[in-house]
Nanobody, 114 residues
Framework: QVQPVESGGGLVQPGGSLRLSCAAS????????MGWYRRTPGKQRELVAS???????NYADSVKGRFTISRDNAKNTVYLQMTSLKPEDTAVYYC????????WGQGTQVTVSS
């Protein structure tokens, strides 16, 4: 496995919750910052949240207090717990391994709609 692999996207109502998962190979996961990005049509891909190998986190202002990023080093998996979802959170969510590497997953669609 070279690319990170995302899972957990889907359709959810406004105010609902979803958890995204991203699995990577051990060697990639151990030494890289892991991040979640998203892209909506007509916009550039933007950082949602990231977590370093040491556990330091960073969030976009738009998701602070609603999303939580975490990593399970035993499972080589990073999670994005999304709560209080809004229609504007609708996007394709991508997992990125790095820096120092630069490896992107294929993306998973999240749709927030009633």
């Amino acid at each position: 496995q070279v690319q990170p692999v995302e899972s957990g996207g889907g359709l959810v109502q406004p105010g609902g919750s979803l958890r995204l998962s991203c699995a990577a190979s051990e060697i990639i996961f151990r030494f890289n910052t892991m991040g979640w990005y998203r892209r909506t049509p007509g916009k550039q891909r933007e950082l949602v949240a990231s977590i370093t190998s040491g556990g330091s986190t960073n969030y976009a202002d738009s998701v602070k207090g609603r999303f939580t990023i975490s990593r399970d080093n035993a499972k080589n998996t990073v999670y994005l717990q999304m709560t209080s979802l809004k229609p504007e959170d609708t996007a394709v969510y991508y997992c990125k391994a790095g820096p120092p590497a630069t490896m992107w997953g294929q993306g998973t669609q999240v749709t927030v709609s009633s």
